[in-house]
């Protein structure tokens, strides 16, 4: 990747004002097919929920099927492109804006970053195409910079819009990512790409069926006047206790860059979560698997927060009103992520926003693959 001066850049904090939002849409030839009705559902109902507040960008190799499920609207552009999946979150584009923001149409740097499966374990090859695919058919409007030579996912960062990047050790340091490099390194590659003025890394949590390594957004997330949420655990007898205990404690002695605490809001734990490839459980049997239920992958959007449901009426209650505490001024909306959950993301997962002027006409580019 040739060097670009990003001293005058920033990466955004998610509640800064956005241009669209991005789903990378289900379809059967990907993991979906067995409970394709079930997560078509769920897409449906988050698309819905943004396109009301912003525009929205679904890339699918199916456009047609995809135009029937939803009503027609001049926000939505379908985007015809192949894909292994649909994680947007981390095959999506990175953004930098300029710090000091003269105008929203100018001064976008779209970085595409290798996406691998997450550490080589699941193909993506077709996904790790879709930001050239976006960039060439227009959709997005900003300088593409080829940042291929690094592996880097969305949900493994977080960012407070000031120049402090959060990211887990967890994951950035698991095999197939970025090795030979050591932590240090990563950290000096992270603040230059990224325009960091400083990383804070996170050495505990992690959840159980989590495909990621650990990523950030399932288990820390920051919010205005330096809040952090994070996923908290009472039972002493949950397998991810000890790891989000641990976690708890790390947070608790972060610093702000002016020497101060965090002010921490502490995200209820969903009820142990099991599947059998057929049926949701409540607890563990033969060949049912436990689920990565977490409140924290919520997505921030123009007006409001969707954040994931799990059908536990006083969990979700309790964890919308956290978030709530640290967005007072937006409308949280839950949405029932758990189909999202049998392939082991969530709602934050699926979505990739794009700030304000990245994304500036709607249109349809069925014909560009």
């Known amino acids: 990747m040739e060097r670009q001066d990003t001293s005058s850049k920033v990466l955004p904090a998610e509640w800064a004002p956005q241009s669209a939002v991005m789903l990378t849409w289900p379809h059967s030839n990907t993991d979906w097919q067995p409970i394709l009705p079930q997560i078509t559902e769920t897409y ?12 929205l960008i679904i890339v699918t190799p199916e456009p047609n099927k995809v135009r029937q499920l939803l009503p027609h609207s001049p926000r939505i ?25 003269k105008s929203p149409f100018t001064g976008h740097r779209l970085l595409d970053f290798q996406f691998n499966g997450w550490g080589k374990k699941f193909e993506a090859s077709l996904d790790n195409r879709i930001n050239r695919t976006l960039f060439d ?25 000031e120049g402090t990047v959060f990211t887990t050790t967890g994951c950035l340091m698991a095999p197939n990512r970025n090795q030979p490099l050591s932590q240090d390194e990563i950290e000096e590659e992270l ?5 960091a003025d ?7 949590g992690d959840l159980v069926g989590d495909d990621t ?57 969903p009820r142990p979560i099991y599947y059998d490839g057929e049926q949701f459980l409540d607890s563990p049997t033969e060949g049912a698997e436990r689920l990565p239920a977490t409140y ?20 979700d209650a309790e964890a919308a009103a956290v978030i709530a505490d640290a967005f007072p001024d937006r409308e949280i909306i839950g949405i029932d992520c758990r189909p999202i959950i049998i392939q082991h993301g969530s709602l934050h997962c699926c979505t990739m926003q794009f ?3 990245v994304v500036v006409k709607a249109f349809s580019t069925d014909s560009h693959r």
């Open 44 to 55: 449906v109902k988050m698309a819905k929920e943004i396109v009301k507040r912003e525009r």
């Open 77 to 101: 552009t379908y985007v015809k492109c192949d894909t292994n999946d649909t994680w947007a979150r981390d095959h999506g584009f990175i953004t930098l804006v300029d710090r000091e923001q």
């Open 137 to 161: 058919a227009s959709v997005v409007n900003g300088e593409y910079i080829d940042c291929n030579d690094f592996v880097l996912e969305g949900g493994s960062i977080e960012s407070d819009g």
């Open 191 to 195: 603040k230059k790409r990224l325009s």
């Open 198 to 204: 400083r990383i804070l890394w996170i050495d505990h």
């Open 213 to 269: 390594d650990g990523h950030i957004d399932t288990l820390v997330r920051i919010a205005p006047a330096d809040t952090l949420l994070y996923m908290g655990c009472d039972d002493e007898n949950d397998e991810q206790y000890e790891q989000l205990h641990k976690m708890e404690e790390d947070l608790r002695m972060l610093q702000t860059k002016s020497g101060r605490g965090y002010r921490l809001l502490r995200l209820p734990s």
């Open 296 to 315: 924290a992958n919520f997505l921030v959007i123009n007006g409001a927060v969707l954040y994931p449901t799990y059908a536990q009426p006083d969990r």
């Open 355 to 357: 700030p304000a002027g």
